[in-house]
């Protein structure tokens, strides 16, 4: 299967930055597409940033411009570098696969969504 493993999650003051990353392993034909999601405390999870096969991104209009997602293709692993952080930015962060899954021989076997195990990320003012 398919497994997702985060990490750099952490506290920071108002301002400072923050680097998460996450893996992907297991049985990966192919991945389209990465990304990180957050929840807050009464709130819904939502997007914070994706990146496709091909390098475009995509960014909530709250992070435009702090955050930089980027890719390697070749680890199946994506960063997140959060610089400016804001006490609204306080969230659980949680990793986002989207892809096909190879079966035994190698092959296309089925798509395939899944997330990570999350990590708390809090700014403090």
């Known amino acids: 299967q398919v497994q997702l493993v985060e990490s750099g999650g952490g506290s920071v003051q108002a301002g400072g930055s923050l680097r998460l990353s996450c893996a992907a392993s297991?049985?990966?034909?192919?991945?389209?597409?990465m990304g990180w999601y957050r929840q807050a405390p009464g709130k819904q999870r939502e997007l914070v940033a994706a990146?496709?096969?091909?390098?475009?991104?995509n960014y909530a209009d709250s992070v435009k411009g702090r955050f930089t997602i980027s890719r390697d293709n070749a680890k199946d692993t994506i960063y997140l570098q959060m610089n400016s952080l804001k006490p609204e930015d306080t969230a659980v962060y949680y990793c986002?696969?989207?892809?096909?899954?190879?079966?035994?021989?190698?092959?296309?076997?089925?798509?395939?969504?899944?997330w990570g195990q999350g990590t708390q990320v809090t700014v403090s003012s």
């Open positions: 986002n696969v989207d892809g096909i899954k190879a079966d035994y021989d190698w092959q296309p076997e089925a798509d395939f969504n899944s």
């Open positions: 297991g049985s990966i034909f192919e991945i389209n597409a």
């Open positions: 990146i496709t096969s091909g390098g475009i991104t």
